[in-house]
T-cell receptor
Framework: GQNIDQPTEMTATEGAIVQINCTYQ??????LFWYQQHAGEAPTFLSY????GLEEKGRFSSFLSRSKGYSYLLLKELQMKDSASYLC???????????FGPGTRLSVLP | NAGVTQTPKFQVLKTGQSMTLQCAQD?????MSWYRQDPGMGLRLIHY???????DQGEVPNGYNVSRSTTEDFPLRLLSAAPSQTSVYFC????????????FGPGTRLTVL
């Protein structure tokens, strides 16, 4: 299997910037996904990286280093509604079997 | 488009009972998957399908069966429910090309007593 590690919990202040890290095994790499999941709801897609570097999408950016098996999600200008769990996920060699990390629960405080 | 729909939203079973969780999508996606989500463990893949008539096992398939007779539907069957199957179950679908973004249903919260 592919192990994916993320911090369990993080706390940040409204208006600040937070970086959520994700590490994964580099064998069988086929893209790195980030999903957001509010409590009691389904995950929703945030970003997808297949090449090294930073992908920016509004207040959210995602970075990937394939050689290091490392990704991060950067959230800027934090809002209270950003309080959620953030899941990183990595498909297997065939892009069929998605392995999800345990998720990072982010709490945004006023 | 309704997207991915799941029924029921909540279910309570007794140990040994069987039931089917329904999942349907109207986006003509080839790939469909079932996940379970437990506290502290993230989403774990139970079974998946790459098209009608084709299914395969994921990480935690024991105690579950699936079939894919149509592109739209992908039901998950619990053969003999056990307390260890208490979980939140999510169905997801995606195309076989592009970014492989998965679309998730709203989930079924299952409790087995």
């Amino acid at each position: 299997g592919q192990n994916i590690d993320q911090p369990t919990e993080m706390t940040a202040t409204e208006g600040a910037i937070v970086q959520i890290n994700c590490t994964y095994q580099t064998s069988g790499f086929n893209g790195l996904f980030w999903y957001q999941q509010h409590a009691g709801e389904a995950p929703t897609f945030l970003s997808y990286n297949v090449l090294d570097g930073l992908e920016e999408k509004g207040r959210f950016s995602s970075f990937l280093s394939r050689s290091k098996g490392y990704s991060y999600l950067l959230l800027k200008e934090l809002q209270m509604k950003d309080s959620a769990s953030y899941l990183c996920a990595n498909p297997d060699n065939y892009g069929q079997n998605f392995v999800f990390g345990p998720g990072t629960r982010l709490s945004v405080l006023p | 488009n309704a997207g991915v729909t799941q029924t029921p939203k909540f279910q309570v079973l007794k140990t040994g009972q069987s039931m089917t969780l329904q999942c349907a999508q109207d986006m003509n996606h080839e790939y469909m998957s079932w996940y379970r989500q437990d506290p502290g463990m993230g989403l774990r893949l139970i079974h998946y399908s790459v098209g009608a008539g084709i299914t395969d096992q994921g990480e935690v398939p024991n105690g579950y069966n699936v079939s894919r007779s149509t592109t739209e539907d992908f039901p998950l069957r619990l053969l003999s429910a056990a307390p260890s199957q208490t979980s939140v179950y999510f169905c997801a679908s995606r195309t076989g090309t592009g970014t492989h973004e998965q679309f998730f249903g709203p989930g079924t919260r299952l409790t087995v007593l």
